[in-house]
């Protein structure tokens, strides 16, 4: 009987800060006692690695990750994938229990260098024919590119005559963050928020595990400082989660977010000075038509360049600034030069080409956020649009405030 084995295409994407053009690749012919651990040997067999003293991963489609168990106990949350997601051990989880052919998987070494791998599997074989024998462990049964060729292939399918192809204008996936495309439900921001607000942990936790919160991070990070704060212990992997996932994406504000998780997990306090205020409030403040207004660095409360004017508002309501200029942090609204970058931004998400090319028009000139909003809602993308567009808009006004010193603490919960 033929022993049933799997062929797994896998391609060297980029790493060590280079992206090769086609990608070179192997196909490795894989056993069903064969764990992960002997197919990552495999791979950095088959792409002459010599120094194996580094961490590895793979990264399966529906969020789970692969690796060493003291990797795995360390960093519980994976930078893709549902909140949650389980973590599996290399040398001690099957290849061909886990993975099917037609699914991808991806494979990172060198956690510094990043050298990204896509791992598709082909097809079912029998190793006798494929190979000519039945080893003992994974082994390459076809190879094209530069590391070397034994045949000077360039890439798979390379003919010798046909000119290089064009390297496609946007990254892979697997490189720019944006795989895997996961089934897992979104996080309900309404549902996060309002948990937040209450203080809710048990509602929290509810929000967050095993959804993707990709599109809400900024929301997910100030849900899960108060997951910190009444629980630090209980709470670090859906922490690790979050810093994990805000490192990566790398967006405006998430870098100052995931810095003062880190300092909250550790329990210390975040460098600048910590001021209790509604990050909604000051975002709507920067990117706001007027001309400002300022932060009460006392109370957290955001006042508006007009109600500084008595002339304004009338002398009870008005806010005198130059009593005590130490207490007021002016912030001058940026417009909405912010909005456009988002526009663009979110265009890079969609995943239908023709829709992606028609908003990539759309925010072309004038009357730009018009049309943009057009496109959007005969497609249905409304409630997906402000989710994203409110967190970018959260991330910079976090990002402002961390330029002039201050860190945000989340208010209090609602008593009710």
């Known amino acids: 009987m033929a022993r049933t084995w799997l062929a797994i295409r896998v391609e060297l994407l980029g790493g060590g800060g280079t992206e090769p053009w086609p990608p070179p690749g192997r196909t490795i012919v894989v056993g069903p006692r064969h764990t992960f651990a002997d197919l990552a040997a495999a791979i950095d067999d088959a ?51 886990t993975v099917g052919v037609g699914e991808e998987f991806r494979y990172v070494f060198d956690f510094g260098d990043g050298w990204t791998h896509r791992c598709t599997v082909e097809e079912k074989v029998d190793p006798a024919e494929a190979l000519g024998v039945v080893p003992d462990m994974p082994l390459p ?14 890439w798979a399918d390379d003919d010798g005559e046909a000119p290089v192809p064009r390297q496609p204008q946007r990254p892979d996936p697997m490189l720019s963050g944006a795989w895997p495309e996961l089934a897992a439900d979104p996080v309900d921001v309404r549902e996060l928020r309002g948990a937040t607000f209450r203080g809710d942990v048990t509602a929290i936790r509810a929000a967050l595990q095993g959804r993707d919160p990709e599109a809400c991070l900024q929301h997910a990070g100030a849900a899960v400082s108060v997951l910190l704060a009444a629980d630090r212990k209980a709470s670090e992997g859906l922490a690790l989660s979050v810093v994990n996932r805000l490192g990566w994406r790398g967006a405006e504000g998430d ?14 306090a975040p460098p600048g000075r910590l001021v209790a ?18 932060l009460d660095l006392q109370t957290g409360e955001v006042v508006r360049a007009a109600m500084t004017d008595p002339a304004e508002v009338g002398e009870d309501e008005a806010v005198d600034v130059d009593e005590d200029p130490e207490r007021w942090l002016f912030l001058e609204s940026e417009g909405s ?12 998400t969609v995943g239908d080409a023709a829709l992606r090319s028609r908003l ?15 496109e959007i809602d005969r497609a249905g993308l409304v409630d997906r649009w402000r989710g994203f567009s409110d967190d970018r808009k959260l991330g910079r006004a976090r990002a402002r405030l961390a330029d002039r010193g201050v860190r945000v603490r989340p208010a209090a919960p609602h008593p009710g």
């Open 277 to 294: 205020t509604d990050l909604d409030e000051v975002a709507l403040l920067l990117e706001g038509d007027g001309e400002g207004g300022y």
């Open 360 to 374: 990539d028009a759309a925010i072309e000139g004038r009357g730009a956020f018009r049309r943009f909003r057009d």
């Open 141 to 154: 049964m076809w190879g094209w590119g530069s590391i070397p060729d034994q045949y000077g292939r360039r």
């Open 337 to 348: 030069r912010g909005g456009w970058r988002d526009m663009a931004d979110f265009a890079a």
């Open 47 to 97: 792409f002459a690695r010599w120094d194996r003293a580094h961490l590895c991963q793979f990264t399966l489609a529906d969020g789970r990750t692969v690796t060493d168990a003291e990797t795995a106990e360390e960093s519980e949350g994976s930078p893709f994938g549902p909140i949650g997601a389980e973590t599996l051990i290399l040398d001690r989880t099957k290849a061909l229990k």
């Open 255 to 268: 870098e100052v977010l995931a810095a003062d998780l880190i300092e909250q997990l550790r329990g210390t």
